[in-house]
Each structure stands twice: as structure tokens, then as C-alpha cells.
């Protein structure tokens, strides 16, 4: 049958003619097509098919007289009648495609950058040391790719983030660390079987070319990776002492007015917990995130042993533990820190005011102010910077790179000889020095006019 055969007995003038003079919800029925009709409705015409199947009368809507003329409903309309011939049921057949375009729109939605953030991967973050800010590092740096599908996600968009961060001056390494996270994000989608891959696991971000600001951050990096000059270590112990006497004479002038309640501080060898702390980074080299969630059963005074992974390696499938063989020096001063407290068997080394928890982060920073202050050290020497000098004096020593790498929690020594394996220039120039005076011989062309 050619799709141009009129079949139906509804003209288009007599569709026109029934819209003009039926009333709301009458129907023009057609002779021809058992069941098809059209119904009239308040902004128009309907085409419809009346059928029925296992006893049950149903209505199916083919579409609107202004989107079809009788003959394309027709069409649709003996497709139907097929169907009910046939024994099926085109009503719940369409029923069914739309709970499926449903579930598929549902799906869709939670295969957004956004609803999986939001949702199971902050679930699974929840548990994990930085897992918040892990999040919300994601969810500040990406506002638009929230709506975005994960599989649709591309390098031309990372392009584009990247270029308005760069605008706004953020570091490269900052960069990178963000990006990192939206992609183990990712990673993990394609565990939950709700990617089939990651689209970008294979795309990099663009690296800075002469950038000036790029440049700028990564000289003041690298000057701040060095040992500390032996002024700033003598800087470092006379600003230690007093912050000590500081902290004591303020007790005494407590005691003295009104609160002699208050422990005595004159009769302890620490009135402050950071002088344990600051020593315990120059002398481990442990980052501050580590010191505070540092135990008594990961130091051992009495063994003079220090067993600790890592925070940042804590979630990893194969975590990385730093052993550290003491030295004497250190051992005495942790000695007195843990007998101060009562020889603690386990709980932290540095505990919070409130029984069972750790101190904030950033609790280090205020006295680490004050003892730089007191001690005549610039105002910019970060307290990172012990570690630096810890990791610098241990290459300065001649220790392998992969030990000291294994020493301060590091998977390899790549990072150590990048930034820490460079000579000094004094100590290039000894080594020039040296090599020139293996070759000092007579030099042939010189003549005797030139050996004087």
C-alpha cells in the first residue's frame, strides 16, 4: 500500500470542520479504521485509536491533528490495529518505553560529574582522612562540568578549565594536584560500572612555557628546599628557649594573680607543647600533618624507634611506613616530653586539649610565628622548612637518594634528586677545582717563551 492511498474516511476537511463545530472531548470516528478517531480538545485535535484487549478497553494517542494529517494517522493507526490483532497491547508497550527512557534519563543524571560527587563517591570519601576536601577541592574547581555526563567529558574541556586557572594565577602544581583528584574520581566510576572507561585517563595537562609567575613560584620552591643556614639554626634554638621562659613567666604571673591552681611550669622541662613538636620535625623531618597524628606505639622512647606511615600513603592499597633509627639527641628530648605525661603507653604525641583528639592542622602556626619572632629568623621560613633541611643535610651527607626517599615516605627517589640532588656552586667549583689539577701538564703548544 503506497503511503499516498487514503484509507480513512477522515478527511482534512472534515477534521477542519469538526474542530470548528464539536464540542470539547466529541469525536469524529472513523468508518473505515475500527477504533480511529479524532478527538477534540482544548487547543485542538488528538488522533486516537479505541481498542480492545483481554477484556479491557484502552485508548492509544497517536499525536496531534496540527503535527499529522488523517492520512500519516492512518498510518499509525492500522500499525496499531496490527498489533491488537496480533495480541499485543501497544498502550503498555509505550508505557514500557517511557519507564525505560525514564530509568535511562535517571541513569544519565547520575552519571553527571555533579550527582556521582555528590553522591556515591562522597560516600566512599567520607571515611577517608582528606576525603572532604578532597571533595569540595572538586567540587570548586569544576563548577561546570556538574551537569556534565562523566562519559562525555574531553580534553577540550580541561584545556579550557586550565587556561581560565591560569588566568586567575593558580600554581601549576596546584593544578595538577586537582586534576589529579577529578580523575581518580573518575577511576573510580569505571569501578562502580557506571563509566566503561575513564575519557581521561590519558590526557595530561599542558605544561607551563615560559611562564613568569610559574617561574617566580618554582625559584621561591626551590630556595626554600635547602638546609638551613647555621644562623637560622642558632636562630631556631634561641627562639625555642624563649618562647619557653615566655610561656613560663606567664604562668608564674597566672599563679601569682588569682589562679594558683594552674600547674607550675618551672617545675616541667616542656611549659609548651611545640618545643617538642618543632624538634621532632627538625629531627625526623616528619610533615606536620604527621607529627599530629603521630602515637606513642608508632615512637618508641624506650627503643628509640619511630614506625609510621604516612598520612598522604594511609589510604594507599600499599602504604609506605617510614622506619627511623633515632638518634640520641632526639630520643632525650622525647624522653622528657613522655615522662612530662606520664609515660603514656599509647594515644598521641601530641594531644588536643580535649581528651582522645588530635589538634588542628594549623595549631603550629601561631607559636611557629612567635619562636621565629623571638629568634631574629625571617618572617617567610616556612616551618615546612625543617623538613627541607632534614631531606637537604641527609643529601649534603651522601646518603643514597632511594634511602632517604624510603626515609621520608617517598615510593621513589625521583622526587629527592629533582629537587634536592643538585650540588651547591661551592661545591661544583671544588670538584673543578680537583678535575683541573688531574690535567695540570705542560701544554706542548705553549713554547718556551711561555714556561718563563
Not at 577541592?137 to 580534553?155: E, H, S, V
Not at 589510604?315 to 639527641?329: F, G, Q, R, S
Amino acid at each position: 500500500m503506497s503511503r499516498q492511498t487514503r484509507i480513512t474516511s477522515i478527511t482534512e476537511a472534515a477534521a477542519s470542520r469538526h474542530l470548528k463545530s464539536a464540542k470539547k472531548g466529541e469525536s469524529l470516528y472513523c468508518k473505515t479504521i475500527r477504533g480511529f478517531h479524532l478527538l477534540k480538545t482544548a487547543k485542538g485535535g488528538s488522533w486516537r485509536v479505541r481498542y480492545m484487549i483481554d477484556g479491557r478497553r484502552r485508548v492509544y494517542a497517536i499525536g496531534l491533528l496540527s503535527e499529522m494529517k488523517p492520512i500519516e494517522a492512518q498510518e499509525r493507526a492500522l500499525e496499531i490495529r496490527r498489533k491488537v490483532d496480533a495480541g499485543q497491547d501497544p498502550a503498555q508497550e509505550k508505557k514500557r518505553q517511557k519507564q525505560s527512557l525514564v530509568a535511562a534519563e535517571e541513569a544519565d543524571k547520575a552519571r553527571t560529574v555533579g550527582a556521582y560527587l555528590e553522591g556515591r563517591y562522597s560516600d566512599l570519601m567520607r571515611n577517608k582522612r582528606t576525603g572532604g576536601e578532597t571533595v569540595a577541592r572538586i567540587r570548586a574547581n569544576f563548577p561546570k562540568l556538574m551537569n556534565r555526563g562523566m562519559d562525555t567529558l574531553n580534553k577540550f574541556d580541561i584545556e579550557a578549565w586550565q587556561r581560565a586557572k591560569r588566568k586567575e594565577g593558580r600554581a601549576h602544581a596546584t593544578l595538577v594536584r586537582t586534576y589529579g583528584a577529578l580523575k581518580t574520581m573518575l577511576n573510580q566510576a569505571v569501578k562502580d560500572d557506571l563509566l566503561d572507561r575513564n575519557p581521561l585517563a590519558h590526557y595530561s595537562l599542558e605544561k607551563p612555557v615560559n611562564d613568569p609567575r610559574e617561574r617566580e613560584r618554582h625559584r621561591k620552591r626551590k630556595e626554600a628546599r635547602r638546609l638551613l643556614t647555621d644562623d637560622e639554626l642558632e636562630g631556631l634554638e634561641v627562639g625555642l628557649a624563649a618562647f619557653a621562659e615566655e610561656v613560663r613567666g606567664q604562668r608564674r604571673r597566672s599563679r601569682k594573680h588569682g589562679k594558683p591552681h594552674l600547674p607550675d611550669l618551672d617545675k616541667v622541662p616542656f611549659p609548651h607543647w611545640f618545643v617538642p613538636f618543632c624538634y621532632s620535625a627538625l629531627y625526623t623531618g616528619l610533615r606536620p600533618g604527621d607529627l599530629y597524628s603521630l602515637t606513642w606505639q608508632e615512637l618508641s622512647v624506650e627503643f628509640g624507634r619511630l614506625e609510621k606511615v604516612p598520612e598522604k600513603t594511609k589510604d594507599h592499597p600499599n602504604p609506605i611506613t617510614v622506619k627511623l633509627k633515632l638518634p640520641a639527641e632526639y630520643v632525650a628530648i622525647m624522653r622528657g616530653w613522655w615522662e612530662q605525661g606520664g609515660k603514656p603507653l599509647d594515644g598521641w604525641v601530641f594531644p588536643s586539649r580535649n581528651p582522645g583528639e588530635k589538634m588542628t592542622k594549623k595549631a603550629h602556626l601561631k607559636p611557629w610565628a612567635r619562636v621565629k619572632e623571638l629568634g631574629g629568623l625571617p618572617a617567610d621560613l616556612g616551618f615546612y622548612s625543617l623538613r627541607h633541611h632534614f631531606i637537604s643535610r641527609l643529601v649534603a651527607n651522601g646518603a643514597p637518594l632511594l634511602t632517604i626517599a624510603q626515609m621520608v615516605g617517598h615510593r621513589s627517589a625521583q622526587m629527592i634528586e629533582q629537587h634536592y640532588g643538585n650540588p651547591d656552586d661551592e661545591l661544583i667549583a671544588e670538584h673543578m677545582e680537583a678535575f683541573a689539577k688531574k690535567l695540570a701538564t705542560p701544554r706542548k703548544w705553549q713554547g718556551t717563551a711561555a714556561k718563563g
